[in-house]
């Protein structure tokens, strides 16, 4: 059953960076952590990680990353690159850095061109991560160790650092239009909502969105011929978790797999809830940011920062 959702001029804040190439089209090659794993992780685990059931074929998710629901299915990191269709080779887990285990985000772009990975003109790059930098550092609260506004922004403006790094280093190797994602409130997420972290993970995902759009901006001022999207999913989320109801939501606080009813019921049934797990969507979630890149993707072009007014209208299944 599909419910038919009218976003009238989202008002989201998403900024493009466009130099008037259209973006029509070209593949998909993606970068990142769970948020676009579509089961890298779960390869390389020998199929632990996440578990699946109660997640779905090795996704951090009950169903399609945003990104498979724009592209189908890609070249992922353990199969032979190819020059056409999709590549992602996202991982769940994935810092921004050039962590080895799993491959942060530098690490997969670094592995991705010494497999002879290329750029075409047309081709986009997406770009996703920074939470797991902040739960990294949350998490030392819960061992003993002490968090402190400070301590937090440093990590989040460390993390919007490497996504600079990472665009830069894309582009350095010919690529040439960029989606660019933002972090929701983590603090607005079951996993922290109405918890001690709370404060901590809201400071946090501000001050690295806060970084990032200043990181993308010195990006597009040193290479005026970028494409580069910023899509504010931070916004998305606010109005999802403030206002479930009206994006087709019954339940934007709890997570599915700590709800018995939730986890053992159809993926139908469970996509009432806007939150999979603790921290990731339902694939229902995921099909908002699906949407929310394509219409940005369809909007046109215009030149320098711009925030276009974009009425997009979509199915949610």
Partial sequence: MKKQLRIAAFGLGLTMLM?????????????????????????????????????????????????????????????????????????????????????????????????????????????????????????????????????????????????????????????????????????????????????GATLGSLAFNNALAAQLAAVKAANPGLNIIMVDAGALFSQVTAQPQAFGFSNASLACVNTPSCVSASTAAQNAYAFFDGVHPTTAGHALVAAMVQAYLNAGTSAGWATPMVDAQWAQR
């Fill in 19 to 199: 130099a008037g190439t259209a973006l029509a089209q070209g593949r998909f090659i993606t970068f990142g952590d769970s948020l676009s794993d579509p089961g890298n992780l779960y390869a390389v685990t020998g199929g632990t990680k996440p578990p699946s059931p109660p997640y779905w074929n090795g996704h951090f998710s009950n169903g399609l990353t945003w990104i498979e629901q724009i592209t189908g299915t890609p070249i992922n990191f353990v199969s032979p690159l190819s020059a056409t269709g999709p590549v992602n080779y996202a991982f769940g887990g994935a810092l921004t850095d050039a962590s080895a285990s799993p491959p942060g985000v530098l690490t997969q772009i670094g592995a991705y061109l010494q497999r002879g990975g290329t750029f075409k003109a047309q081709d986009k790059v997406t770009l996703w991560g920074g939470a797991n930098n902040l739960f990294q550092e949350l998490e030392r609260a819960q061992t003993g160790g002490t968090v402190t506004p400070a301590t937090i922004t440093a990590v989040a403006t460390a993390a919007a650092a490497d996504i600079g790094t990472a665009a830069r280093t894309a582009a350095a190797a010919g690529a040439r239009n960029f989606v660019v994602l933002n972090l929701p409130d983590l603090g607005m997420t079951p996993a922290f909502l109405n918890t001690t972290g709370q404060s």
